[in-house]
């Protein structure tokens, strides 16, 4: 059984090893397609009220090597913690605190997101809690960041926000994200890409030093100083734009909706895609889908599937 599950990685060795993690503490191997009958490890403590739990895992860069295996876990009502294992024959071994003292409120917005950079460095996140904690400028909180960290737990002076003895979080990397429940790095660039549910919107971030994404002042309407999400969808209400009897130009088979109205619409692909943050326009192939195929994906936000190619403006 693999009941509340809440995340799953393959083990970079070649073994053809699925690690699968359970919010109860359980961490299982799925090996050549079968589940193994012992546990890889069973968490304590751990505390699984609401979202909390055992919520992240990743594998160390030098994992064929050193058998690292990191993970992320709710631990009490007021204390979450990145741990480590060592894998021996499939069974977890000789765990190691990494970090403790992250923030949690033992309820939601936990985060959870893990992973190493291309920097050899740690990175994680964490929620404002579900209570607002470590908003906007507040920069002594791990809530509401992405943080970075050394393997051996420690804040590398570095990072945009360190100031060894001063009022800081010295492991802050990035800020004003709602719940950043997942992470990855980008195999081909090393961008760190951050997905960060939200209140009305859905919203993917590539996220580099220093950023702010803006909650809980901004969502999907970061004006200049903050980042603005690649990927965004509506989850709670609609978008409606108006498009002017003169707001339609197609040029090169690309149609061009001029909006009255800032529209907020991103791109489904980054690559295919241009964002004009200075025109309010919606950008689409002149061949397209019935009207109130196309008329209902512009009001909910949401990109065009791909094989129509679109282009937000």
Known sequence: MLASATGLAWAPDGSNRLFVIRKDGQVQIIKNGVLLGTAFATVTPIFTNSECGLIGLCFD???????YVYFFVTVSSSEQQIIRY???????MSKTLIKGGLATAGQNHDGGSIGFGWDGMLYFAIGDNGNGTGVNADLSSSAAKVSRMNRDGTAPNDNPFFDGAGPNNDYIWARGVRNPFTMTFNSGNGQLWLDVVGTSYEQVFVITKGDHAGYNLYENNQPAGYITPRIVYRTNGSDQRSIPSSGAVRNNNIVTFTTTAAHGFRPASADRARIRHRR??????????APSQSASADRQGLPAPRRRRARFG
């Open 61 to 67: 860069p030098d994992f064929v090597n050193n058998h």
């Open 280 to 289: 309010a326009a919606l950008c689409v192939p002149h061949r397209l889908p």
């Open 86 to 92: 060592t894998d021996v024959s499939d069974v977890g």
